[in-house]
């Protein structure tokens, strides 16, 4: 059940929608330069050796492996395959949970090496804490158009909002490809 | 319509392999002299993998309302 022709997007109001998602993930993209500086700027290049190596390449590629799936479920439901739409929604949600599990597994070691009053844990939580509840929101509004998806919304000809949530969550893949190094291998 | 989505999934394994041979080298370059710049570059190299073929970056160049 798709919405009737007149409730879907204009090609005109379809570039404005992404061009303001755009301006929003740019104001996003700047939020987190700023936190990321603020390590660099506090701490130059130093890192604490107790690290979590192992379970911060696994989230790394827990969300890498997410960011093909989100990829699949959009191109999926762009060329009709609700099936595969919904197969791919699904396991990019379970990836963000694998994702989010790892974060609150790595902070309960971190709690312990460098609490969030010392220089490197102020870094440290701040801005895997920023991150986690973009991943927490993304994963919410994945959940979103999973539900929808399943109820027959969405089609070839109209799934801008797939296609919004997949880029948010895309953005916040690429947040974590700058924030990884700068925590886990710079130093 | 198969085809196309098969080639499209097809881009979209590809882009996933290289993300995951880029971390990679990014995990050793953080051994390499000059690791900060290194690791600035391969995350960009990265990032703009991601903008472009994931994100659809350049539909924003097209003509408006294309």
């Given at each position: 059940m798709h919405r009737p022709e007149a409730a879907r997007l204009s090609p005109h109001e379809l570039y404005n929608a992404r061009l303001g998602l755009w301006l929003f993930i740019v104001s996003e993209a700047a939020l987190f330069s700023a936190f990321i500086?603020?390590?660099?700027?506090?701490?130059?290049?130093?890192?604490?050796?107790?690290?979590n190596q192992p379970l911060g390449l696994a989230i790394t590629a827990a969300l890498?492996?997410?960011?093909?799936?989100?990829?699949?479920?959009?191109?999926?439901?762009?060329?009709?395959?609700?099936a595969g739409f919904l197969r791919n929604t699904l396991w990019t949600l379970l990836l963000a949970v694998v994702f989010l599990v790892g974060v609150v597994a790595e902070w309960v070691e971190a709690f312990h090496l460098f609490p969030p009053g010392t220089r490197y844990g102020t870094s440290f939580f701040s801005l895997t804490g920023l991150h986690g509840l973009h991943v927490l929101s993304g994963a919410v509004l994945l959940l979103g158009v999973y539900?929808?998806?399943?109820?027959?919304?969405?089609?070839?000809e109209d799934y801008w909002p797939v296609e919004g949530v997949v880029k948010y969550w895309h953005f916040?893949?690429?947040?974590?490809?700058?924030?990884?190094?700068?925590?886990?291998?710079?130093? | 319509m198969k085809e196309v989505l098969a080639e499209k999934l097809r881009v979209g394994s590809t882009v996933f392999v290289a993300l995951c041979a880029l971390t990679a080298v990014e995990?050793?370059?953080?051994?390499?002299?000059?690791?900060?710049?290194?690791?600035?570059?391969i995350a960009?190299?990265?990032?703009?993998?991601?903008?472009?073929y994931f994100m659809h970056s350049s539909q924003l160049l097209g003509e408006e309302g294309s």
């Open positions: 500086a603020a390590r660099y700027l506090n701490l130059g290049t130093q890192r604490p050796a107790e690290l890498l492996l997410s960011s093909l799936t989100a990829y699949r479920a959009e191109t999926c439901i762009a060329h009709g395959d609700r539900l929808h998806g399943r109820r027959g919304r969405y089609g070839p916040v893949d690429v947040a974590w490809v700058f924030i990884y190094p700068t925590l886990y291998l710079v130093g | 995990w050793f370059a953080a051994r390499w002299p000059g690791a900060l710049l290194w690791l600035a570059v960009a190299a990265k990032a703009a993998l991601i903008a472009e």
